[in-house]
């Protein structure tokens, strides 16, 4: 069979876990659209299945296969016609095993190998068996992927960073994601410019350890990620920007200036901190201490006094004690988020935390329950305090229902309100009616049109 035919083929992608994910999955149906492969809602019926998976915690990874068992159903009822490939972290870290658990994939391919897809496509139908790539290459992915084909909407993604050199005790990341590697700032300038001109206007930059970033300017110089977000800004079209995920102990001087001074940069920062305990944090191999968070938070609300943070937590890491909790839960209240995910410590296979003694799972839930409360009470606070202000909304799209339209808050926040017009792409005033546990609702200030 020769795949380069330009014959009509349809494809499904499932993706799990990240907004890197997210990404990588458009771009995959990208590089495979040139093979007359068309993206379509449901696997049945599909010649290719791509499973965008994630392995940062056991839960994810157990989906996968249950997804799976699945679509091998689907697969005996297309005469094996269909293709299944298992991308992302599961397949780096897993590679043969997956073959050994679910024989019925086709492919599995690592986050650094997404470009190579064509070919191994095309190896896995010559051999009529399956094919294995989980290799690091030298160069990174960056150099080889296409650049983002299509419109992605009013908010778009961007990945600038790739990987993870901090090997915190508990994360798979370094392992199944690799080295640290930043994209060339021309590279990035030239994407946003393609999506501003398409009608993004909010973009989102990704890297796993985004503000490590440090893409060669054309000048040879290695830029930071505040100067290339006022470069960003510059673009026209360009009204929003936000980075995530980023790590403390990069945090430095100019990205906290740049959020005083860069008007297209949203108050709103996804800083995980994991523990409020040096001695956890330490454990944690996270590199940096509590005070340090704090710091952080208060220089940040100090340039940006609207200024909000949203943070991810593990509760029951290996050695951590009720001490430790309640200096989590201290940082938690004396902080205040907008929003935080918590998650119970779960021994991920390779990584230095798997091989230490355990905290009882009993233990755990109790402080996953307590912490959670905290942070829904927080969340609802944070929410409810926006009831009755006006706000800059930027409209994404037509709302769930006939005459709703839906765009986002400054803080990310799902709005709703009703207009007939669509408004799409554009940022108008919005006054705050009511709060939902995850959307607001609110009403146009027609009079004034957002700067
Ligand atoms: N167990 C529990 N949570 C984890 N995370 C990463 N690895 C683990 C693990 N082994 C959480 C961290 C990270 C988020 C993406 O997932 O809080 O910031
Ligand atoms: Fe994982 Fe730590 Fe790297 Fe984040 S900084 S990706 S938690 S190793």
């Not at 499932?14 to 990588?24: F, I, P």
């Not at 068996?129 to 983002?148: H, M, R």
């Not at 769930?400 to 017009?421: H, K, N, W």
Request: hydrophobic fraction near 40%.
């Amino acid at each position: 069979m020769n795949v380069t035919n330009r014959i009509s083929r349809k494809l499904h992608v499932v993706t799990h876990g990240c907004q890197m994910n997210v990404y990588d999955s458009a771009r995959m149906a990208d590089v495979l659209r040139p093979l007359g492969y068309e993206t379509v809602d449901s696997p049945a019926g599909a010649d290719m299945v791509i499973m965008n998976t994630c392995h940062i915690r056991e839960k994810a990874e157990e989906k996968v296969f249950s997804a799976l068992g699945r679509l091998r159903v689907l697969k005996e009822e297309s005469g094996g016609r269909m293709m299944i490939a298992v991308t992302g972290c599961v397949a780096q870290a897993e590679s043969e095993l997956i073959l050994s658990r679910a024989p019925y994939v086709d492919l599995v391919v690592g986050p650094q190998a997404y470009h190579r897809l064509p070919e191994l496509i095309a190896r896995a139908h010559r051999t009529r068996g399956s094919v294995v790539d989980t290799d690091f290459p030298a160069a990174p992915k960056f150099d080889f992927l296409p650049e983002a084909a299509g419109h992605q909407g009013v908010i778009a993604n961007l990945t600038i960073q790739e990987g993870c050199d901090k090997f915190c005790s508990f994360c798979v990341v370094p392992y199944t994601r690799g080295a640290e590697a930043s994209r060339p700032a021309g590279s990035v300038l030239a994407e946003a410019r393609r999506m501003a001109a398409l009608g993004s206007r909010e973009i989102v930059l990704l890297g796993q350890n985004v503000n490590a970033y440090h893409g060669a300017g054309a000048d040879g110089a290695a830029w930071g990620l505040a100067r290339l977000l006022d470069a960003l800004a510059e673009i026209p079209g360009v009204r929003r920007l936000r980075y995530t995920t980023s790590h403390p102990a990069d945090m430095d001087d100019e990205l906290i200036a740049a959020h005083g001074r860069n008007p297209a940069l949203m108050p709103f920062l996804h800083l995980p901190v994991q523990s409020g305990s040096d001695r956890m944090l330490a454990a944690m191999n996270r590199r940096h201490k509590a005070d340090a968070f704090r710091r952080i938070v208060a220089r940040l609300r100090e340039v940006r006094p609207d200024m909000a943070f949203t943070s991810d937590f593990i509760v029951g890491h290996p050695g951590e004690t009720d001490a430790d909790f309640a200096a989590t839960m201290a940082l938690v209240r004396e902080t205040g988020f907008a929003l935080a995910y918590s998650f119970k410590y779960s021994p991920r296979p390779g990584t230095p935390a798997a091989a230490l003694p355990q905290v009882d799972e009993a233990v755990k839930d109790a402080r996953l329950q307590e912490l959670q409360a905290e942070l829904r009470r927080q969340q609802d606070a944070f929410n409810a305090a926006t009831v009755g202000l006006t706000t800059p909304v930027l409209f994404t799209g037509a709302g769930r229902y006939e005459g709703q339209i839906a765009g986002r808050s400054l803080y990310a926040q799902p709005v709703v309100v009703e207009s007939e017009r669509l408004l799409t792409g554009e940022i108008h005033e919005v006054q705050i009616d009511f709060a939902n546990p995850n959307s607001l609702l609110g009403s146009l200030q027609k009079e004034r049109v957002a700067a």
